[in-house]
């Protein structure tokens, strides 16, 4: 028994044999395509995150050194390296120029800016918090034009629930105190107070805030001028 046993395990043994050189003369151009695929998309893979990783790297120096040169006022040399990090830089440094451009357009222009950050916040590739942040930052740079109603309008859609929803309810209720609305201002700093996530620091200034909403308007009134007191006697 055991001799047929060791018997059917060799037959077994050379058919298995015979079956894999079959597949072999039949499939062995495509296993080695197929293998040389793999080692090229591995080695493939592997070179381009080694040149992601070299490309960040150098955006990141070309960011600092931008920045550098902008604090001690070589700001012609800066945004020049800003706009090409702008144009060809790694997406985030990309990101990171245009903010940064938004902002320096606002410190002059705010309607400019603003504009800037509006493209920001309208482009699909950014990430909704970035968005977010856009959207924030324009309606900051428009909230003291001449009609600051888009303004309003953003910081209101923020407010609802958004992460920059403390900020924006902050803003709406400081713009609504002067303008006069202090019941409207009220119902800001009130969602502000009720929030378990509002900052420590914005809740102290709330209590501020609280105080000049339940002082309402102040008027001020000249005292009349007391009648000068009559000149010594001569003698």
């Given at each position: 028994m055991a001799e047929n046993n060791e018997f059917f395990?060799?037959?077994?043994?050379?058919?298995?044999?015979?079956?894999?050189?079959k597949i072999w003369r039949r499939y062995s151009g495509v296993i080695i395509a197929l293998a040389?695929?793999?080692?090229?998309?591995?080695?493939?893979?592997?070179?381009?995150?080694?040149?992601?990783?070299?490309?960040?790297?150098?955006?990141?120096e070309q960011f600092d050194r931008a920045n550098r040169l902008a604090r001690d006022g070589k700001v012609q040399e800066a945004d020049k390296i800003?706009?090409?990090?702008?144009?060809?830089?790694?997406?985030g440094y990309r990101l990171l120029a245009r903010i940064r451009a938004a902002t320096e357009a606002g410190?002059?222009?705010?309607a400019k800016g603003a504009a800037e950050f509006d493209t920001i916040a309208a482009d699909s590739a950014v990430g909704e918090g970035l968005r977010d942040l856009a959207r924030l930052r324009a309606a900051l740079l428009r909230i003291d034009l001449p009609d600051p109603a888009p303004a309003l309008a953003s910081l209101q859609s923020?407010?609802?629930?958004?992460?920059f929803r403390h900020t924006a309810r902050e803003m709406l209720g400081l713009s609504a105190l002067r303008r006069g609305q202090y019941e409207e201002a009220g119902r800001w700093f009130d969602q502000?107070?009720?929030?378990?996530?509002?900052?420590?620091?914005?809740?102290q200034r709330i209590e501020v805030y609280v105080a000049l909403v339940a002082g309402g308007p102040v008027t001020v009134t000249e005292a009349k001028a007391e009648p000068a007191a009559p000149p010594p006697p001569t003698r």
């Open positions: 395990r060799e037959v077994n043994d050379d058919y298995r044999r015979d079956q894999v050189a040389i695929l793999v080692v090229a998309g591995v080695g493939g893979w592997r070179y381009w995150q080694s040149a992601q990783r070299s490309a960040a790297e150098a955006a990141s800003f706009d090409d990090l702008e144009a060809q830089g790694p997406a410190k002059t222009d705010p923020l407010a609802a629930g958004s992460p502000l107070s009720a929030d378990p996530e509002t900052p420590q620091g914005l809740r």
